[in-house]
């Protein structure tokens, strides 16, 4: 497992990104095209996922990101935590659920 910082990221294009955040954070705003997956369901949501894609994993501020990303490397999917989560995102942001 790899991690950057929300700068680099933001400048990547065509990129999976996982939002772990619960609902009621995402309701405040996300990031455009991020998939919500609150680390509270994540378990029950992991199976939804593809092997064959790297995904970015955002949270608030990089904790809980950082755990999601530890699950699941150890199960096999390519993921890269996002450091600074949500907090250092400076973005146009998506109010759709």
């Given at each position: 497992m790899r991690s950057i910082i929300m700068q680099e990221m933001m400048h990547l294009k065509d990129i999976s990104i996982l939002d772990v955040r619960e609902i009621d954070e995402v309701m405040t705003g996300k990031i455009p095209g991020a998939q919500n997956m609150p680390l509270s369901s994540f378990q029950v949501l992991i199976?939804?996922?593809?092997?064959?894609?790297?995904y970015h994993v955002v949270c608030q501020s990089g904790s809980r990101s950082l755990m999601a990303c530890q699950i699941l490397t150890q199960m096999g999917?390519?993921?890269?935590?996002?450091?600074?989560?949500?907090?250092?995102?400076?973005g146009v942001l998506d109010y759709e659920m």
């Open positions: 199976p939804t996922l593809s092997r064959d894609k790297t999917y390519n993921v890269v935590n996002v450091l600074g989560g949500m907090g250092a995102y400076k």
